[in-house]
């Protein structure tokens, strides 16, 4: 990639209400911040062309990107689930720019949702049980 300082910028950011929440979904948690971030960053979700996530721990999805950007409103051109631990929301940014600077998409949502209190289906933890909602 060529020099790319000062081509691209984050527009907006959303967080979710954080806390003991009995009602909400990692869907749910996924959607809430979208919807906080294009507030954030006046637009709507047509306008954008791209999404960025993480798969929930416990169900595991096809392209759970494309699940969640179509629940979001929004029609991808680009979206791919990534997970790297710690340096996932780093590596959704990094990723949005390398999208947007090879023409896949203009516009970028990078979400990053837990519903932390569902088990976790790593080895020696409970095996997964379908969809947590």
Known sequence: MANISGKYCIMGIGETVVGKRPDATTNSLHLEAIKACLDDAAIKNSQVDGLLTNQP?????RSYAVKL??????????????????????????????AINAGMATTVVCVHARKRSTADPTPGHPIRRGDEH
Request: proline fraction near 6%.
């Open 57 to 61: 721990l416990n169900d595991s999805h």
């Open 69 to 98: 950007a179509h629940m979001a409103g929004i029609n991808p051109l680009f979206a791919t689930d990534l997970a790297l631990g710690g340096a996932t929301p780093i590596a959704m940014v990094q990723h949005a720019v390398m």
